[in-house]
C-alpha cells in the first residue's frame, strides 16, 4: 500500500482521478490525495465539502483478490482504521454509523465512499475515498452541514498536522488490510462492533420509499446489515440503506 502516491494541490475529485488511473491499470495500493476537491462527491450522488488545506481527501486503488459480493467488508474495515487512528490520535472514541460514517458526539467527522469495478464474478478495482474533516471550525464548515458535521479539531480542541494523519491512516490501513487477508473478515466484525451500534440498539431505517424500525442484530459475514423488523420480527439483511438512531 502506498508505494505510489499522487499528490494533486487541487482536483475535481481523488475518486475520479483513481478511477482514471485505475482503467490505465495503477497497480494496487496507490493512493489519489488533494488539498483541495471542487468536486468532492459522497455517497448516494451527494456533494462532499472539501475545503482546501482543512481535511483528508484521497481514494486509494486496491486490486484484491476477492469476489464482487465481499467488497462491501473493505468498507467497514476502513471505518476501523479511521476510528482507531482517531482513537489513538485524540483519545476521543468514535461511532461508526453503518456502513461508513464516523461520528462523533452525535455529528459526522468522516465518510467513505467505495467503489467498484468487477467484471464476471472477478473483481477488476476497488477505490476507496476516505473524507476526513479536520482542521476545519465552525466558520470554515460548509454552512450547509453546520448542524450534521464536525471535525477533528472541533472535537480535540487543536490543530493537526494532515501529512501526519494521512501516514498513520495508511500505516493502520496496510496493518489492517493484512491481518484481513490472514484471518478473513471475522477479526474486522469484531472491531466494528466494538465501534458500531450494540446487538439489540433501536435504529430507523430509510429505504428507497419507506421508514421503518428495528433492532441491531449484528453485521454479517459478507459486510451485510442484520436487523430485526419491529413491527414483524422478522430478520432482514440490507446492504444500502440510510441509517439513523431512533430513540422513543
Ligand atoms: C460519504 O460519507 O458520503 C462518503 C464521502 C467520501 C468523500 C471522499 S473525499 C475523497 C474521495 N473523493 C471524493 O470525491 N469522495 C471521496
Given at each position: ?22 482503467q490505465e491499470g495503477a ?39 476477492i469476489p464482487p459480493h ?162 414483524d420480527g422478522k430478520m ?13
Amino acid at each position: 500500500i502506498a508505494k505510489t502516491i499522487i499528490h494533486k494541490p487541487e482536483t475535481t475529485s481523488t475518486q475520479h482521478i483513481a478511477h482514471q488511473l485505475a482503467q490505465e491499470g495503477a497497480s494496487h495500493g496507490t493512493i489519489v490525495i488533494a488539498d483541495e476537491q471542487t468536486k468532492g462527491k459522497g455517497r448516494m450522488n451527494r456533494k462532499w465539502h472539501s475545503s482546501k488545506n482543512e481535511g483528508i481527501w484521497m481514494s486509494i486503488i486496491l486490486r484484491p483478490a476477492i469476489p464482487p459480493h465481499k467488497a462491501p467488508q473493505l468498507t467497514l474495515l476502513t471505518a476501523t482504521v479511521l476510528a482507531d487512528v482517531i482513537m489513538k490520535e485524540t483519545n476521543i472514541k468514535p461511532y461508526i454509523k453503518w456502513p461508513n460514517d464516523i461520528i462523533i458526539h452525535n455529528k459526522k467527522m468522516s465518510g467513505i465512499l467505495t467503489e467498484m469495478q468487477a467484471e464476471q464474478d472477478q473483481v477488476q478495482y476497488i477505490i476507496i475515498g476516505i473524507g476526513m474533516n479536520v482542521n476545519q471550525d465552525i466558520k470554515s464548515l460548509h454552512k450547509e452541514i453546520h448542524t450534521k458535521a464536525t471535525s477533528l479539531k472541533m472535537e480535540a480542541d487543536k490543530e493537526f498536522d494532515i501529512r501526519y494523519l494521512v501516514q498513520k491512516i495508511l500505516q493502520q490501513f496496510e496493518k489492517t488490510y493484512e491481518l484481513y487477508l490472514q484471518k478473513g473478515f471475522p477479526v474486522i466484525k469484531t472491531k466494528w462492533e466494538s465501534y458500531g451500534f450494540r446487538i439489540g440498539e433501536k435504529i430507523l431505517i430509510k429505504t428507497m420509499n419507506h421508514e421503518w424500525k428495528a433492532t441491531f442484530s449484528g453485521i454479517d459475514h459478507d459486510g451485510g446489515l442484520l436487523v430485526r423488523n419491529l413491527d414483524d420480527g422478522k430478520m432482514e439483511k440490507l446492504y444500502s440503506a440510510e441509517i439513523d438512531w431512533f430513540r422513543e
